[in-house]
């Protein structure tokens, strides 16, 4: 019998086994139902001019994104700028030349070199070979009391695996649509997975090659939005490598899933045409490199086919609550704190669960309970410190995307649950003396103290915040955010203070936790 079974190979379950594999103290497996690890995360070599192209997520932001940058570093992988010199050009009429703008996209942006799978692939060599199950599509869960039973179709061979603890890194909608579980998971839980979007589930990508960056000669950037009824690539970027040698342009498809099928045999001449009514007849005829995840089963669910209206929410806490006495927990991106739906969410996730699951194993070098406090007070303070730079690159970052709706609502939301997610880490890497911790009631009486520096975090940062919009140019062109109304604020307060109950239970949790674990060490 496994200690922990976590079914699904993108990039959170990698990390979760990664982070079990390194504390040496549980036997572990990854199942994933695809023939190929990733989730996601998928790149292809183009065979013209050997650039790896990314099929799914492409970039990563090292100021928002401290978790992705600190898994980079760690891996020992290279990154790079994403491409942003020259001009931006939108396409509003077919019957039109493009219109030429200087505009800031992908600000702060960077990409592997390798593409994004140089992480699985990192992450997944680290792992023993005998650990990673593919071609396992789960089809039902079952609890057994001391341990939760999982059924998979393996090639039409059916297969059944025990395990204590089972860890779900698969979309939530995925899951309610195509797992059954006996059980049956609580209807308020299931509502929720149902309503939890899958994060560019129903979208499609191209990156095609081209002999030579024919746009940078040109001064073009290669970023560029096709907006007219006709468009086939909505959004265009530069996707050459480090130094431009490998030349490419990438786009995400701007037709529906419905659209795409239709047009399946005249999508690369769509494609290409598309490309050259934009940046000229030179581009013909390119090597295309093109996915359409709405075609793929265990990333896009029925419900994922229907169109998205607004920006999708994700934070769930009904998600993030392990089920039948902490056996089964659900994971992935879409389950995140913040920046749900990304590779940051991915990575918090998983952190997460890793805390969350019994018989964490904490560090036995014991320093001083007061050198503790006093280091993670002193990191705290540095954190409020930066606390308005966060809040306003996640604004400027807000501000490039084409969903403008709620910016500060989002953009503070998201930096507060970004430090609440590293000041976990923090806390959890920090030596306590378990000693002299007593626990009553579930509650450590060292998390008064350990939350004490944050008194007044969230109300002077929102102040900071709102007196910053009123003396902002970009913002001043979106009156509601400008000078936001009393209402709003409100709101915008009670999201921040939901956000800081679940980090104070979570904060109260890794402090049981150590005590629990170096108990039964000690003991």
Partial sequence: MLEVAIIGGGLCGLALANSLHAQGQRTFGVFEARLRLGGRILSSVCASNGLTADLGPTWYWPETQPLVSHLVAKLGLTSFAQHNTGAVLRLNDPDKAPERTDEAIHSDARRLVGGMSALVDALANALPDSSLQLGHELTAVIDRGDHAELHFRCAGIEKTVQAKQVVLAVPPRVLEEHVEFSPPL?????????????????????????????????????????THEQAVIGEIYDACNANGGQSALGGFIALSPALRESFRDGMPILMDNQMTQVFGATLEQGEQHYHDWATERYTCSTLDRAPQAGYPQYGNPLLRKAQWGRKLHLAGAETATYAGGYMEGALEAAA?????????????????????????????????ESALQRYRLQLNQGLATQNKDQLTQRALLGSVEQIYSEALRELDALPFDVSAIAIERGRSDLTPVVLDPFDGFINTLIDE?????????????????????????????????????????????VLVTKNACEGAING
């Avoid at 509502?191 to 191209?206: E, I, N, P």
């Avoid at 913002?475 to 109950?501: C, M």
């Fill in 465 to 509: 915040a709102v007196n910053f919009n009123r003396t902002s140019c970009a913002i001043s062109n979106f009156p509601g955010e400008h000078k936001p109304d009393q209402e709003y604020v409100q709101t915008i307060r009670r999201d921040l203070v939901a956000a800081w109950r679940d980090f104070a239970f979570s904060a109260n949790t």
């Fill in 186 to 226: 609580p209807g308020e839980l299931r509502a929720a997975m149902r309503s939890t979007y899958t994060w560019m589930s129903d979208q499609a990508k191209v990156v095609i090659a081209y002999p030579q960056a024919v746009w940078r000669d040109a001064g073009c950037s290669g970023n560029a939005f096709v």
């Fill in 352 to 384: 997460r669960v890793m805390r969350a699951m019994p018989e964490h194993v904490a560090s036995s070098h014991v320093h001083s309970n007061q050198d503790s406090l006093a280091r993670f007070r002193l990191w705290v303070s540095a954190q409020r």
